[in-house]
């Protein structure tokens, strides 16, 4: 029995897809006179002399042959419904050695039939020639046309080769999609044809055709034509073979594709690319940049991550337009200065454009390129009658790709676009991971600063306000600190800022100066001296409509004397303080309770308003006391303070020196006639019980 072929073997659920699958072949190439039942069974039974054939002991080709002539007597009579048999056939038996005895005895029987058929055909015209000679020469030219249709005619290219390659057979419409004539075309190699940028792999699909590993193949590939042009074609290639069933001729099937490729391409290049610049869109610069990362071969990547500065400004006051025309222009100028092999400038929108570098040399030459970027966006520009001038900042980002990803990248970028505008804008700025790391500090801490509040994190220290003339406690200013579970305890120059950024401030302020009152009234029932608890209020505070009610309630909840309360306000905050929140500070003039500005001498004070606010103390800024040195009696520092203490005392204000360190600078302070210091030379800012021990 031949090799891989049994009836047995072949389930029933085989045979029948077999037989529907012949089936709808041999309709899809003839009209089928029989219903479809009828023809299903029909076919059926030739299967089975088919498969019986090949199956048995012995081989009878006439029984395989009647199937042809079967087929023939069913008007299944073209050369595809013969082409067609003889393929599915090849896919049913291979591997069998009977493959090529039931395709050559099927095409065989087949072709006699078709021969009988036609000879019977032929007879009967003779027969009729003389009562019908013009009627048979139409039939021949009919039959002819139809030959015709088949292949000179056909609209598709069709071209026949050797296994070799040569052409031996091209019809008019494959001549004509290259621009030849047939006959120019004949007895050429294809490959002379083929288009030589395809992929040398494609010749892969030709080898194994010749070589009999395949019987046809469908791919898109190009040929070249006469003036040298690609010719986009999908191809169809079926094999011939010959009665030994090795591989004769090669058929192939061309159509051109041309059109729909080059579609197929602007909408590709549209969803790739920004419609208003042509450059880069986001998708096609994720796309290199996930093709950089990919490659991961040790290079290093760098990006230009740009925004133009005042763009909005543009579009709203001369409109979208003129804004649209500006960045053509932008987008002009990047292009032609950064396109390079390995380089990409894409837009990301808005006015953001980001220059891809995928293989860096190290950030000189990113930071030498972001100056070169900046002089070329600084270029004046006329649009629709304006001469513009805008400048750009730039967040560069530079670094071996195995150290990182796409998305750190891209985030990286946009941190440092950021500080680039912070920083001043017009300029570039380079990815710092020491202050990334501070600006998520900051970001944290922000977020975390709700929940601390909540959760008593927070705590007050006192510093003691000592009288420079006899060293005696009369007052303590009250600091609060964070005791952070993750950073450990942080003043407040670590999240005072973030607290005013966030409208934190208020509750937060609230709570200190709660606190502190709370702590004044303890001190007050040790006895003695009653120290004036200093609590600094910020701008936010003395905005906020119900902050004379507040701080009124506060003072009687803690049983606190209004006099013992001093608040202090920048000097920033206080000068400008005007309207409703000008009369809240009168308000608690009013109530006993004492106001000072702080650090004083650091700001741009009106003095002729100065004289006009409830203000009982003046803070000399620790920077100035600390310039003030025995042996240097008349520095600048010390001209300052004398001024300021002078000034203080002619509105008749009290005047505390903070940052007391030396011995030398409190006496220097008590001769120029400050009233009272604080600073280390003191205490340190400490918990309560320290201000006990100054008490008792």
């Known amino acids: 029995m031949p090799k891989g072929v049994t009836v047995a073997g072949a389930t029933g659920s085989d045979r029948d897809v077999f037989v529907a699958s012949w089936a709808r072949a041999l309709s899809d190439t003839a009209f089928a006179a029989a219903e479809r039942s009828v023809l299903l069974h029909r076919v059926g039974e030739l299967a089975d002399v088919l498969l019986a054939a090949a199956a048995a002991p012995t081989f009878e080709r006439a029984k395989v042959q009647q199937v042809g002539a079967e087929l023939v007597e069913l008007r299944f009579i073209t050369p595809e419904a013969l082409g067609v048999s003889l393929r599915l056939v090849a896919d049913r038996l291979a591997g069998s050695d009977r493959q090529v005895d039931v395709q050559v005895a099927l095409a065989t029987g087949f072709v006699g039939a078709a021969h009988e058929r036609i000879f019977r055909e032929q007879e009967t015209l003779r027969h009729s020639a003389l009562e019908a000679r013009d009627s048979a020469e139409a039939a021949r030219r009919t039959s002819e046309a139809r030959f015709r249709a088949m292949f000179s005619d056909a609209a598709i290219g069709i071209g026949i080769t050797d296994t070799a390659g040569r052409l031996l ?73 010959d009665e030994g069933g090795a591989p004769q001729l090669l058929v192939g099937m061309v159509e051109d594709n041309t059109e729909r490729h080059v579609l197929s391409e602007r909408l590709r290049h549209q969803a790739n690319h920004d419609p208003l610049t042509q450059l880069g869109n986001r998708a096609l610069f994720t796309e290199r940049l996930q093709a950089t990362f990919g490659a991961a071969d040790g290079q290093r990547i760098g990006l230009c991550y740009l925004d133009l500065d005042g763009f909005k400004a543009i579009n709203d006051t001369l409109g979208h337009v003129v804004g649209d025309q500006l960045l053509v222009v932008v987008a002009e100028r990047l292009n032609r200065l950064v396109s390079a092999p390995g380089r990409l400038v894409a837009r990301m929108g808005g006015d953001e454009f980001i220059v891809l570098v995928e293989r860096t040399e190290g950030l000189p030459e990113l930071t030498s390129l972001a100056e070169r970027i900046l002089a070329a966006v600084a270029q004046p520009v006329l649009v629709g009658g304006h001469r513009l001038t805008v400048s750009a900042s730039i967040g560069i980002v530079e670094r071996p790709v195995h150290t990182s990803t796409p998305a750190d990248v891209m985030r990286d970028a946009d941190v440092t676009l950021h500080w680039a505008k912070v920083d001043g804008k017009n300029r570039w700025a380079c990815f710092d991971p020491e202050r990334n790391a501070r600006e998520i500090a900051r970001i944290t801490l922000s977020a975390a600063m709700p929940a601390a509040l909540e959760n008593r994190e927070f705590y007050v220290d006192y510093q003691p306000i000592v009288r420079l003339s006899d060293g005696r406690l009369i007052g303590a200013e009250a600091l609060v600190r964070w005791a952070h579970p993750e950073f450990g305890r942080l003043g407040p120059d670590r999240f005072i800022g973030l607290a005013e950024e966030t409208g934190l401030i208020v509750s937060l302020g609230s709570w200190v100066l709660a606190e502190a009152c709370a702590q004044a009234a303890a001190w007050a029932e040790l006895g003695g001296i009653e120290p004036v608890v200093s609590v600094n209020l910020a701008a936010r505070q003395v905005a906020e409509p119900g902050l004379v009610d507040d701080i009124a309630q506060i003072l009687r909840s803690a049983g606190l004397s209004p006099t013992s309360l001093q608040l202090e306000l920048t000097e920033s905050a206080i000068m400008s303080t005007t309207g409703e929140p000008l009369g809240a500070l009168r308000k608690l003039v009013d109530l006993g309770i004492r106001i000072a500005i702080d650090d004083f001498g650091t700001g741009y004070s009106n003095l002729a308003y100065l004289r006009h606010l409830p203000v009982h103390s003046l803070k000399i800024a620790g920077s100035f006391v600390e310039g003030l040195r025995a042996d240097e009696p008349d520095s600048v520092d010390a001209q300052i303070v004398t001024a300021l203490v002078s000034l203080a005392h002619t509105l008749k204000l009290d005047v505390v020196a903070e940052g007391v360190e030396t011995r030398d600078q409190a006496d220097r302070l008590h001769d120029i006639g400050c009233d009272s210091a604080q600073g280390w030379l003191y205490a340190k800012p400490a918990r309560p019980e320290e201000i006990n021990r100054w008490l008792t």
């Open 169 to 241: 057979e091209v019809n008019p419409a494959m001549a004509a999609m290259l621009d030849f004539r047939p006959e120019q075309m004949h007895d050429h190699d294809l490959v002379e044809f083929l288009h030589p940028d395809d992929p040398p792999e494609l010749r892969n699909y030709f080898d194994d055709m010749v070589t009999g590993k395949r019987d046809h193949y469908r791919i898109e590939r190009r040929f070249r034509k006469r003036d040298g042009t690609a010719l986009w074609t999908n191809v169809t290639v079926s094999l011939v073979r």
